[in-house]
């Protein structure tokens, strides 16, 4: 298994372009998120989906779009990036999330926004 | 919301000395708390955590010890070698399920 796995790696962006970042899950797990983390500021969650087709918003999610297509994949967007949105970005699974679940991270995706 | 507190924010120690980290948390249903190793460029990993319903686990040199009265758990590294040195995380369980994270303890462990 792959685990969570997260593209791209890395991207820098020009203010007002728009991205997608995609993350990969092969546990069959049905709760998935989205976390940004910033020096000093720990991560913090974006948004989140409870099963395929369903998402709900975070802590900090203004400025960021999600989609849930198929159950495997997680995908956030910015639509009008902005430098404040610079950060890594972390996405994690859990199998059914439960507030006993364990939830597993990929490797995270580091955005630049100039 | 739910906040987590973590102390302290950098931690040095010398190889084959103990590190405690601390942690509160103020959601009084909060009741799973992992905790997170995060290398250099990698994502976060988990490498313990307990449940309300025990006070402390323990997995070779790693021990995790929770006091749900006073809304405080900690995580003991023993025998710390250089391999240990990292950034730690703890976090709790918030309402909806996902988890409430504390800022970090940057953690080196000198030779």
């Known amino acids: 298994n792959a685990g969570v796995t997260q593209t791209p790696k890395f991207r820098v962006l020009k203010t007002g372009q728009s991205m997608t970042l995609l993350c990969a899950q092969d546990m069959n797990h049905e709760y998935m998120y989205w976390y940004r983390q910033d020096p000093g500021m720990g991560l913090r969650l974006i948004h989140y989906?409870?099963?395929?087709?369903?998402?709900a918003k975070g802590e900090v999610p203004d400025g960021y779009n999600v989609s849930r297509l198929k159950k495997q994949n997680f995908l956030l967007g910015l639509e009008s990036a902005a430098p404040s949105q610079t950060s890594v970005y972390f996405c994690?699974?859990?199998?059914?999330?439960?507030?006993?679940?364990?939830?597993?991270f990929g490797p995270g995706t580091r955005l630049l926004v100039l | 919301g739910e906040n987590v507190e973590q102390h302290p924010s950098t931690l040095s120690v010398q190889e084959g000395d103990s590190a405690v980290i601390k942690c509160t948390y103020s959601?009084?249903?909060?009741?799973?708390f992992p905790w997170y190793k995060q290398e250099l460029g990698k994502g976060p990993q988990l490498i313990i955590d307990?449940?309300?319903?025990?006070g402390e686990k323990k997995d070779q040199r790693i021990a995790v010890t929770l006091n749900k009265t006073a809304k405080h758990f900690s995580l003991h590294i023993t025998e710390t070698q250089p391999e240990d040195s990292a950034v730690y995380f703890c976090a709790a369980t918030s309402p909806r399920g996902a988890l409430n994270f504390g800022k970090g303890t940057s953690l080196l462990v000198t030779p």
């Open positions: 994690a699974s859990s199998l059914s999330g439960g507030r006993q679940e364990t939830q597993y």
């Open positions: 989906s409870v099963g395929e087709g369903t998402t």
């Open positions: 959601d009084s249903a909060s009741n799973y």
């Open positions: 307990i449940r309300s319903n025990v």
